[in-house]
């Protein structure tokens, strides 16, 4: 599996954490998913509202390629501290996985990718490092 993450940030703390959640999950699912032979990409912008830009899932046949582009306000993500904004990426993250998934052509051209199991792995994987709890853990940054 080629899996791509990474950011387009107009500030906040966004870019550097989707850098240590790359950091996290490449080498695991490097590993873990190198019999898989499909493309999944993530693309998470730190935007001013003012650009109107939606998240948006697209699947192409012909590369069997996965895109999920996910953007975040940055006037909102601004107010909250890193341990915050790593929650919050954390659920959208995974909430846009979820939608990915979704779509009916990726998972008819790729019928023994098992997307819960898939997905279950990269819980276990971020929440090894600080990631996808179910609240915030104010305690993690004072271990920093």
Known sequence: MDFFLTSDTAGAYVGELVSE????LYPKIEKNYSNVHCN???V???LPDSYHRKSFTRYMNAKNDLT??????????EKLYKIEQ?????????????KG?????????????NKDHFINDIVIFGKEEGW??????YSQELNK
Do not use: A, H, M, T
């Not at 582009?69 to 993500?77: I, P, Q, R, T």
């Not at 998934?101 to 990718?113: A, C, S």
């Open 132 to 137: 996808f709890f179910d609240e915030v853990d």
């Open 40 to 42: 999944i990409g993530v």
């Open 101 to 113: 998934f979704l779509n009916n052509n990726f998972l008819k051209n790729n019928p023994d990718f």
């Open 68 to 77: 999920i582009d996910l953007c975040v306000s940055l006037e909102e993500y």
């Open 21 to 24: 959640l790359r950091q996290i």
């Open 44 to 46: 998470i912008r730190c």
């Open 86 to 98: 790593r929650f919050e990426l954390g659920k959208i993250f995974l909430e846009w996985l979820n």
